[in-house]
T-cell receptor
């Protein structure tokens, strides 16, 4: 159980285009999903917390107009990188947390999406 | 403030050796959860264990064991008889009630290389 999928796994795009990444919890309902960014040989950097049916909460320094997050259902959250530039190239990972007393719950991670902007 | 420290950046061992990955945490909360995740070269984070602050019993799962000591704020992870497939980056993480979003606070990770 507790499987999280991400699509696509790889994206190569031209500078200036927008890229949408989907994160789905396959066998549980996720009231909260998180989006992370990871640079090579570094830890995960939390970008935003996404709660179903409400606006995402962005971490300091993350441009909300650049990284649009939508959490339309209990099993789907999307991250759209708008007008992507080479510096946006990174490994993006989502995670989903089961409902319940939140601080107790385990976050399950998707396989990640590697974005390369040319 | 919450903080997780994994002082070992990289560890290299020969197959069949035992290896311990250190994790030290800081929190003002009395109720918190600690986690270990494995990130193999493929990139996906794999959940290994969750431990709450009230349960200091050590846990063993096959070749994996965890030593939780509140007195030293440590939650160390030992792999016995390491195998090449154990090569990965291992992250220790903390979750408590100090932040309303209950987000995970990650350590910087320890890269483990198991050589044949």
């Amino acid at each position: 159980g507790a499987v999280v999928s991400q699509h696509p796994s790889w994206v190569i795009c031209k500078s200036g285009t927008s890229v949408k990444i989907e994160c789905r919890s396959l066998d549980f309902q996720a009231t909260t999903m998180f989006w992370y960014r990871q640079f090579p040989k570094q830890s995960l950097m939390l970008m935003a917390t996404s709660n179903e049916g409400s606006k995402a909460t962005y971490e300091q320094g993350v441009e909300k107009d650049k990284f649009l997050i939508n959490h339309a259902s209990l099993t789907l959250s999307t991250l759209t990188v708008t007008s992507a530039h080479p510096e946006d190239s990174s490994f993006y990972i989502c995670s989903a947390r089961t409902s319940g007393r939140s601080y107790q719950e385990t976050q399950y991670f998707g396989p990640g999406t590697r974005l390369l902007v040319l | 403030a919450q903080k997780v420290t994994q002082a070992q950046t990289e560890i290299s061992v020969v197959e069949k050796e035992d290896v311990t990955l250190d994790c030290v945490y800081e929190t003002r909360d009395t109720t918190y959860y600690l986690f270990w995740y494995k990130q193999p070269p493929s990139g996906e984070l794999v959940f290994l264990i969750r431990r709450n602050s009230f349960d200091e019993q050590n846990e063993i799962s096959g070749r994996y064991s965890w030593n939780f000591q509140k007195s030293t704020s440590s939650f160390n992870f030992t792999i016995t008889a390491s195998q090449v497939v154990d090569s990965a980056v291992y992250f220790c993480a903390l979750s408590d009630r100090m932040d309303s979003s209950y987000k995970l606070i990650f350590g910087s990770g320890t890269r483990l290389l198991v050589r044949p």
